[in-house]
């Protein structure tokens, strides 16, 4: 059962001056209207009826869309003291937000903490100075490391986010981003494949030839290997990839939208299902050569049962694989990618898959029936 919950408020493109050439903010919060101070309780008192009586440990008032420190500091403080009073009522249990890695200065800092803030997501997308001057950030990664120093010394929680072939992007930056996003030390993480929207100048560049999108393909094999890095260091990673939205998976006019292929409405399952995938078949493979060392070693007892030894050989081995049942989906695949998989490789094996809830999630056990 879901333990956290988050109460959105978009604030679109509020704060930020800055046009990354990915950035399209009306397309990424399609439908959302503009949100003042005022609206803000509004917003809360609707969430949280919805809330009651789940069980939930946690629940954040989140301020999402745009870059929330980038505002002037009485309008980040107006939005603040409504988020603040329902905080020390007991009523929610965290303020969060996201922000650019150059806004964030003592003086930010110190008012977020007069208003008990607690998460400062930082939109820091790679750790590689020449993909960030070709994404047209507008921040180096020096202004990340200060920005993090500075972050930890106050108290807060850290979140980074990271992109995912952004223009002059490769597999070793990004899994050097991951390293440095480790060294970091954030409580949470995100991954996002970088998708072409309409509007941006990331579109007329891949319009010019100029701009080659990962495949989907190509995108699950580098996140997959970003994610092993970032989950081994204990970091949550919350989100992986773009969250559907009628703008992009709507039908009609609008529904055209995003352009390559990286888009993928169930992206986190793509890339959860091909570690399992990993994981499993490593296991089945130690599993097959440790019996085959057996059945060497132990030959010679069945020469004068060459006929039974040759009816026991002719039927499939029953093996069992196992996990917790909210990876159950990870460990099938999507569209059940990883249990035709498993048949189509493995001919010889009959496999059941099950679920066990005292393994931990993502962890995958396979044993022989």
């Known amino acids: 059962m879901k333990k956290h919950a988050i109460i959105p408020v978009f604030i679109p493109h509020r704060g930020c001056p800055n046009d990354c050439v990915f950035c399209n903010q009306k397309a990424i919060t399609a439908r959302q209207p503009d949100v003042n101070p005022s609206d803000v309780r509004s917003i809360i008192d609707t969430y949280l009826p919805t809330l009651s009586g789940r069980g939930l440990q946690t629940i954040e008032v989140a301020f999402f869309g745009g870059s929330f420190t980038g505002l002037p500091i009485e309008e980040q403080s107006a939005f603040l003291e409504v988020a603040a009073e329902y905080k020390h009522k007991g009523l929610i249990d965290k303020i969060h937000m996201s922000t650019r890695p150059d806004y964030i200065d003592r003086d930010i800092l110190d008012n977020l903490r007069q208003y008990g803030a607690d998460t400062i997501e930082l939109g820091v997308q790679s750790f590689d100075d020449a993909v960030l001057v070709a994404a047209g950030r507008g921040h180096t990664a020096e202004d990340v490391y200060r920005a993090c120093d500075l972050i930890h010394e106050y108290g807060f929680e850290l979140g980074i986010q990271l992109m995912i072939g ?161 990876s159950f989906s990870n460990m099938i695949g999507n569209s059940a990618c990883n249990r035709n998989y498993f048949e189509t490789h493995y001919p010889d094996l009959s496999i059941r898959f099950t679920v066990d809830d005292s393994l931990p999630d993502m962890t995958f056990q396979v044993s022989e029936s």
């Open 166 to 326: 952004l223009p002059g992007d490769s597999l070793e930056k990004c899994l050097y981003s991951s390293r440095e996003t480790v060294r970091m030390k954030p409580s949470i993480a995100r991954l996002y494949p970088t998708i072409v929207l309409r509007d941006t100048a990331l579109f007329e560049m891949y319009k010019a030839g100029l701009y080659h999108p990962l495949t989907t393909e190509e995108a699950v094999v580098i996140t997959k290997e970003m994610y092993r890095i970032l989950t081994g260091a204990g970091i949550n990673i919350i989100r992986v990839g773009l969250k559907s939205t009628d703008l992009i998976s709507g039908s009609g006019e609008e529904s055209d939208q995003t352009w390559g292929h990286t888009y993928h409405p169930a992206f986190r399952q793509l890339v959860e299902g091909e570690i399992a995938r990993e994981d499993i078949e490593a296991q089945i493979n130690r599993l097959l050569e440790a019996t085959a060392q057996l059945s060497e070693a132990t030959a010679q007892f069945h020469e004068s049962t060459a006929a039974c030894a040759q009816d026991s050989a002719n039927k499939k081995r029953r093996i069992t694989v196992s996990s917790n049942g909210v």
